[in-house]
Nanobody, 125 residues
Framework: QVRLVESGGASVQPGGSLRLSCEVS??????????MGWFRQAPGKQRKGVAA???????RYADDVKGRFSISLDNAKNTLYLQMNSLKPEHTAMYYC?????????????????WGQGTQVTVSS
C-alpha cells in the first residue's frame, strides 16, 4: 500500500516562497508505471491538479503555475517536492500529493488512487 506524508505548508506573505515535501513509501520506485502529483483544494472548491510527473520524469503543470512552481522527485530520499515561488493569495489552499498508476503526468485527481493528508498553504499580508 502506497503511503504519502506531506509537509512544508505555512503562512507566507504575497511574493514569498515555500517548498512542500511528500515522503512516499510502499511501492517500487523502479517498477511499474506511475505518476505522482500535487493538487490543491481551496474551501468550497474542487480539488485541482497543480503539477505532476511520471516514472520517466515527464512533467506537466497547470497553466496558472507555469514558470512559478516546480515539481521534482528525489528517488534516493523517496520524496516528491513542490517549489512554489512568487506566491499569491489565490494560491491559498490545502495541498495534497498523490500517487496513481498512470503512464503520463496526469493532472486529473480522479486518476490517482493514493493520497496524503494534506498540508495547508496560506498566502496573505
Amino acid at each position: 500500500q502506497v503511503r504519502l506524508v506531506e509537509s512544508g505548508g505555512a503562512s507566507v506573505q504575497p511574493g514569498g516562497s515555500l517548498r512542500l515535501s511528500c515522503e512516499v513509501s510502499g511501492f517500487g520506485w523502479r517498477d511499474s508505471t506511475y505518476s505522482m502529483g500535487w493538487f490543491r483544494q481551496a474551501p468550497g472548491k474542487q480539488r485541482k491538479g497543480v503539477a505532476a510527473l511520471d516514472r520517466d520524469e515527464s512533467i506537466r503543470y497547470a497553466d496558472d503555475v507555469k514558470g512559478r512552481f516546480s515539481i521534482s522527485l528525489d528517488n534516493a530520499k523517496n520524496t516528491l517536492y513542490l517549489q512554489m515561488n512568487s506566491l499569491k493569495p489565490e494560491h491559498t489552499a490545502m495541498y495534497y500529493c498523490a500517487y496513481g498508476g498512470n503512464w503520463y503526468p496526469a493532472l486529473n485527481p480522479e486518476q490517482y488512487t493514493s493520497w496524503g493528508q494534506g498540508t495547508q498553504v496560506t498566502v496573505s499580508s
